[in-house]
């Protein structure tokens, strides 16, 4: 019976560690500064844009709109990728914003939602999305993340969830080996009901053929539940998924999941799609699950921000920039090994050092790195923390 007991303690503790479904006050800090002033000014500046239809100036001026927001936040132009697909009579574009994780740089985690429309400006469907993945894409800008990111704003879902599956044809599987993808999380039609009480988001599954990779689906829409209880005030409907742009993926057997209204629109696809006819609110509560969410798929540092961390355990780095050689000030004599790996702007770890029995101050010999940016990533069993180090 005890060695049940025990068992079972052990199981809940390591399943906890392994899966990270404990609340991690780090990821709520970040996903409390979800702004619902930038919600809604983004849900003003999108409906001004106009009836988003393929091939038309509004479509390509809100690719343009969407673009300046991630060069506003920081991404580098480097980071940005246009997908266009055409055909006689029309060329439209996916919008894709890559950020490389420190861990598993060639494995991404997506986060995508459409920014067309039909008829109306799309206030709800799928501004609503849009609004959500621009305050994800907001926070994370500088966080270093183990798994690699991807923000895309499809276009073409309105006429059949085109733009999407030219994505996953043409670069899912046009790229040499097949993009690895983690999970494909997808946002549409999240603005609720005006008037109405939405305080509950549906969780959407893989129910549907190809099978295979339905367990999957399950896990994580499980834990994407887990993740508005700990990160939102939202409570959680669960469903299935359908056409979205995540089927595509889904037909391509990669593991999707998504959020869609409980309380479901009757204004989508017609001209009073508008503000007025939603609810920000709820729009600004999904935005934070979905920030809570993504902290957590891409594995985000579970510890407080990097000064903080520097003052609680009084670990220095010094001189930075430096050329020759970083010192580690650990400011007592540490009980623990560590170990430091430097990891380049590409997510590869270029230099490890296991630092046994360590001395107060240490000394690790860089002069073989080149010129950069480098993320140092120093753990022990019981505590980690991560910097930038320029090598000059
Ligand atoms: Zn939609």
């Not at 894709?96 to 420190?102: A, H, L, Y």
């Not at 220095?316 to 170990?339: A, G, Q, R, V, W």
Request: glycine share 6%; hydrophobic share 35%; with cysteine.
């Amino acid at each position: 019976m005890k060695k049940t007991i025990r068992y079972t303690l052990f199981f809940l503790l390591f399943s906890n560690l392994f899966f990270g479904q404990i609340f991690v006050q780090n990821y709520s800090n970040i996903a409390n500064q979800v702004s619902q002033s930038n919600i809604t000014a983004n849900l003003t500046e999108f409906q001004n844009l106009g009836v988003k239809r393929r091939g038309t100036q509004p479509l390509e001026n809100a690719y343009n709109w969407l673009r300046n927001k991630y060069l506003g936040f920081g991404y580098a132009t480097s980071q940005l990728q246009e997908d266009t697909f055409a055909n006689s009579s029309f060329t439209c574009k996916n919008l894709i914003v890559t950020k490389i994780g420190t861990l598993y740089p060639n494995t991404y985690v997506i986060i995508c939602g459409h920014y067309d429309s039909i008829v109306g400006t799309g206030t709800n469907d799928n501004g609503s999305g849009t609004s959500a993945i621009l305050e994800v894409a907001r926070l994370l800008q500088n966080l270093p993340t183990d798994y690699s990111i991807k923000f895309i704003h499809f276009s073409g879902e309105e006429d059949g969830l085109i733009g999407s599956q030219h994505y996953v044809t043409t670069v899912v599987n046009g790229t040499t080996p097949k993009m690895n993808i983690k999970l494909v999380f997808n946002l549409d039609q999240v603005g609720g009901v005006a008037g109405a009480v939405n305080n509950t988001i549906t969780c959407e599954r893989d129910l549907s053929s190809p099978t295979t990779n339905n367990a999957a689906s399950n896990t994580i829409t499980n834990e994407l539940i887990t993740c508005v209880g700990l990160y939102s005030p939202l409570n959680t409907y669960l469903s299935n998924a359908y056409s979205s742009d995540y089927i595509p993926f889904e037909n391509n057997n990669e593991v999707i999941t998504g959020f869609y209204e409980k309380n479901e629109s009757t204004h989508p696809h017609s001209s009073t799609d508008l503000l007025i006819n939603m609810d920000p609110v709820f729009n600004y509560n999904v935005a934070k699950a979905a920030t809570g969410a993504m902290l957590h798929f891409a594995v985000a540092q579970t510890t407080l921000g990097l000064n903080s961390i520097q003052e609680d355990y009084k670990i220095s780095f010094y001189p930075n920039p430096t050329k020759e050689y970083l010192f580690i000030n650990f400011c007592i004599t540490p009980e623990d090994n560590y170990t430091l790996q430097l990891i380049d702007i590409n997510g590869k770890i270029v230099q490890t050092e296991q630092i046994s029995n360590p001395k107060q101050v240490e000394t690790v010999n860089v002069s073989k790195l080149s010129k950069g940016i480098y993320l140092a990533n120093l753990f022990s069993e019981k505590s980690s923390t991560r910097t930038k180090i320029i090598i000059d």
